[in-house]
C-alpha cells in the first residue's frame, strides 16, 4: 500500500496552513499537525502543486515553521453506530459531555476521545446466516437504541456482494467486537463490526429517490394547515433576533411527527449553546414522556470555537441523519442558524483569500446552501420501507432583512418558508410566523391526503390567506379613516380575519394543552372557522358586530385551552356552533 504522504509547514495564516508535502493527497482529506506529544486534526482544502492549504480545527498556537504534518487518506467523517443518540457532539464529533466530564466544557487543546463508546455492551440479534448473500446497506442484525431497532448494516463503503461465512450469535457485544464474517466474489474475507465511517461532505444513502407524498404534521396550527411540510421536504424559519426561532426549533423537536431528531446549533454566543446543552435534555416527550433526549442527537458548535469546525457541524448532522434514514426511519434535522454556518464560510473564504461575493459570502455560498437542503428526502429500500430526511433550517439576517444573500440562496432551494416578523413578536402574536410573507410548495400534494378528511382542501386554505390579506389591509385603511370610516361589510372580513389570527394562528407554546394541536383537532378548528369564513352576517351597526365577533373569539379561544375531546371541550364546541347557527 502507498505510504501517507507527509509534510511542514511553511506558512502560517490564523488556523489556515500552508504546507508543503511529498506524496499524494485529495481535496478534503484529514491531515494531523504535530507539535510535541499531540496532534491536531486538520482538513486539506486547497492543494496547488506540492503546497497544501489545510485547515486546523483547533487553536494553532504552538505551529511554527517546519512543524511536521502528516496526512491520513480519509476524508472527514462520522462513526456511525449503536450510541449516536443521546450524544452531544460538537462539529467534528468529540463527544462534549464526556469531554466536560474529563476537561471541562469545551475543548481542551489536543485531546482527543472516541466519538461513540467502545466499552458498552448492546444486545445485538443477527438477521442473517450463513450461506446468505448480502450487499451495502442490508441488515446484518439489530440492537435495541432507545425505542428503535437500530439497525447493524453492512458499510455503504462496498459495493461488492458477499456471502456470509459466519455470524455471531444473539448476546451483548462492543460496537468493536466482529458480529459477521464475509468474503466477497474472489474469496477474500472481511469482517463487519457494528461500527461504520462515512464521510460527511457526501451524501449516502442505497436505494432509490421517491416523491415525497406524506405531510410532516408539526403540532403547530399555523404550519400544518396553511404552509405544511412533508416528509423527506425542505423548510426555513427565517426571522430577526428575538422573534422566536429556537423557541420554534424546540416546539418542532417536541412534537413534529418524526422518529429521531437531530440537532445542530450554531449559536451566535458560547452562553447560547450552553443554554441549548442545558435546555435541551430537560425537554420532554409528549409521545412517551420519557426525556426527548432520547431520540436525539445534538451537534454543537459556538462562534469561539475554530471556524472549519463551525463549517463542518451542519455536514455532521446531515450524516448522521442519513445513517438513520437508511434503517427505514423518519429524521428531522433542525439547523439553528445557518448564518452563522454561512458566516463561518465566509471566514475560511476570506482567509484562502477567494474573490467574494456578495456581503464577502463566497460566490459558492448558494450553491453549498443548495447542496445542503439537498440532501433531504426520501428514500424507498430494499425492504420497501420508507426512510424520510427532512431538513429545516433558522436563519438570522441581521436586522431581519431578508434581502441578504444567506436568506436569499436559502428560499431558492427549500419548499416551505416560514417567516418571523418583528412585527407580530412586538405584538405577542406567537408563533410569530407571518402569513402574510410565508409560503409553501407542497400545498397541491398535501391538500390531496387532506382531502381524506375534508372537502375542498386546497380552495379552503385559498379563501384563508386571501381573508388575512384583506383583512390586513383593512386594518391599515381603518388605522386612518378610522372605524366608522370603513363600510360593514369590510369590518366583518377584518373580524374574520382577526379571529382566525387569534384562534387559529397563534398558539401557545408554554400552555400545556395548546401547545400542541394534533392534526385531527387542527382540521377540525379550520373547518369551523371555514364554516365563519362563509357565513353572511347581518349586523346593523360596528359596535353590534365588534361586539358579536369579541364573544365567538373568546369562545374559540377558550376551547383552544381545553382537552381534545374531553366534556368541556365537546359542550363549549357545541354551544359555539348552535350560537352561529351553522
Ligand atoms: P430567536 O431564536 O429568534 O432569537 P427565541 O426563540 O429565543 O428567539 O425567542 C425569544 C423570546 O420570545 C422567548 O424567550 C419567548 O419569551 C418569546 N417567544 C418566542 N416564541 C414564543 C411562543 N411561541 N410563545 C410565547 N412566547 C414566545
Ligand atoms: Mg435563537
Redesign the pocket.
Known sequence: MEKNATGSVIKAFGNLLHVEFQGNIKQGEVSYVKVNDKQFSSEVIEISDNIAKIQVFEDTSGIKLNTPVEFSKHLLDAELGPGLLTSIFDGLQNPLEKIAEKAGYFLSRGLYIPSLDREKLWDFKPLVKVGDIVKRADFLGSVKESHFDHKIMVPLKYFNTFEITWVAKSGAYNIETTIAKAKNENGVEIEFSMLQKWPVKTPLFEGKRTSLSEILSTGMRVLDIPFPVLKGGTFCTP??????????QH?LAKYSDVDIVIVAACGERAGEVVEILREFPRLIDNRTNEPLINRTVIICNTSSMPVAAREASVYMAVTIAEYYRQMGLNILVLA?STSRWAQAMREMSGRLEEIPGEEAFPAYLSSRIAAFYERAGSVILKNNKIGSLTIGG?V?PAGGNFEEPVTQATLNVVGSFWG?SRER?DARR???IDPLISWTKYLDIAASEMNKFSDRWKEKIKKANEITKYGNEILKRMEVVGEEGISIADMTVYLKAELYDICFLQ????DPIDQYCPIKRTIEIFDLIYKIFEKDFKFDNHDEIRSYFLNLQNDLKNLNYLAYDSFEYKELLKKIIEKLNI
Open positions: 426571522g430577526p433576533f428575538g422573534a422566536g426561532k429556537t423557541v420554534l416546539h439553528d433558522a438570522s418571523l413578536s406567537y408563533p410569530a398558539q401557545n407554546s408554554f
